[in-house]
């Protein structure tokens, strides 16, 4: 990096307490990233990469197996409810209706988790 004149450096990291200061180091002491001269220091902001924020990939992965474990017991609840009602339906009993019920709200409830619900039930 160039030499500069003390204090014609800065730090540009914008979520930085200490941007724009004026520093003599080569990396900001807050931060630890490099800092630039003042006069580059706004072309540096816009080439910076988004910042991505710290430890929420875990609890996405997290979310993703609830899902996938709890809305999946469901759709099977949903297809055991199906066929059930109609091989009941088809031998003439009419609590194959409560069944196709029961597999409607399953199936409807196995939808509302696989899309992000918040509340989970699980029974065995």
């Keep these: 990096m160039a030499q500069a004149a003390p204090g014609g450096l800065v730090c540009v990291n914008p979520r930085c307490g200490v941007a724009g200061l004026p520093t003599t180091r080569d990396a900001c002491v807050s931060c630890k990233q490099p ?5 580059e220091a706004y072309a540096a902001v816009a080439a910076l990469p988004p910042p991505r924020p710290a430890g929420d990939g875990g ?3 997290m979310d993703m197996i609830s899902r996938v474990i709890f809305g999946g017991f ?8 199906v066929v059930g009602g109609i091989a009941l339906l088809a031998n003439g009993m009419v609590g194959g209706l409560l069944l196709l019920v029961i597999a409607v709200l399953a199936g409807l409830y196995s939808r509302y988790v696989f899309r992000g619900g918040r509340f989970r039930l699980l029974f065995w």
């Design 74 to 81: 469901w759709a099977v609840v949903t297809v055991i409810a």
């Design 35 to 39: 800092t630039r001269l003042a006069g």
């Design 59 to 61: 609890q996405k992965v």
